[in-house]
């Protein structure tokens, strides 16, 4: 029998050549992330929310003929076989390693406070495919707006790292953004420039949010939140599919 000497053991357990590898390892790591000041993170960032996570038009199609199929497709998504679910994998990474953590979510938070630009979003999805047509991409008989999807992949960004964005006054989001988006697309349902050719992709992405924020409410919110999603999953509009 081999026996290993206590003369090769390092002080943290293990033989001195990997306890140095490791070492080298995490050295390497610190310095790809302070890279740039900070900017190698502020990239892997935008590339995970601005471009991997942000809908294709193949997964809006498949949303159109068969929301429910669709539904089913990204619950099982794997990061091995669809880029949305990769960057998501992405996303994670940085909120939790060390080095990244902190740029990561404060980049994040930044985005999220940018409320002005989610109520333009909520506006547009409300409005008619005439109009929505003239900065979307068409999907068939569908269609559908870029910035909707760019705030449908910060919503799912949000949603995927809410347990990392503890800090996060996610009620005072809901007051100032999410509940007034949900205000306007509700009242867009009802109102006769609606049209069905519009698919519900925020309707759909905010009330998941809402889901993954739930743990984060306060008792006195709770009423307010409780009264938005009921009054989305009370619509009967053509876009209440099985998705939403």
């Not at 471009?51 to 099982?76: F, H, K």
């Not at 409300?126 to 569908?142: N, Q």
């Not at 790292?161 to 697309?185: D, H, K, Q, R, Y």
């Amino acid at each position: 029998n081999r026996r290993l000497h206590s003369s090769n053991i390092s002080s943290k357990g293990g033989p001195p050549a990997l306890a140095a590898d490791i070492e080298a390892g995490r050295s390497a790591r610190s310095n790809f992330f302070a890279g740039g000041g900070g900017k190698v993170v502020e990239d892997l960032v935008g590339v995970s929310v601005g471009w991997m996570m942000v809908a294709r038009v193949e997964d809006l199609e498949r949303w159109g003929e068969d929301p429910e199929g669709y539904t089913v497709d990204v619950s099982r998504s794997s990061p091995d076989a669809d880029v949305r679910a990769a960057g998501q994998g992405l996303l994670l990474a940085l909120v939790e390693a060390e080095e990244s953590k902190s740029l990561a979510l404060n980049l994040l938070a930044t985005r999220m406070r940018d409320y002005d630009e989610q109520r333009s979003a909520a506006e547009r999805e409300a409005r008619s495919a005439s109009e929505t047509e003239r900065g979307g991409i068409g999907v068939g008989k569908y269609v559908c707006d870029l910035e909707i999807l760019k705030w449908d992949a910060i919503y799912t960004a949000a949603g995927v790292a809410s347990s990392s964005l503890s800090g996060f006054e996610f009620v005072e989001w809901f007051g100032n953004s999410l509940g007034p988006s949900l205000t306007v697309i509700i009242q867009g349902a009802a109102s006769s420039n609606s049209n069905n050719s519009i698919l519900p992709v925020l309707r759909h992405r905010i009330v998941w949010l809402l889901g993954c924020w739930v743990s984060s409410l306060d008792a006195p919110s709770r009423p307010q939140v409780y009264a938005a999603l009921a009054s989305v999953l009370s619509l009967t509009d053509a876009k209440s599919d099985a998705a939403v």
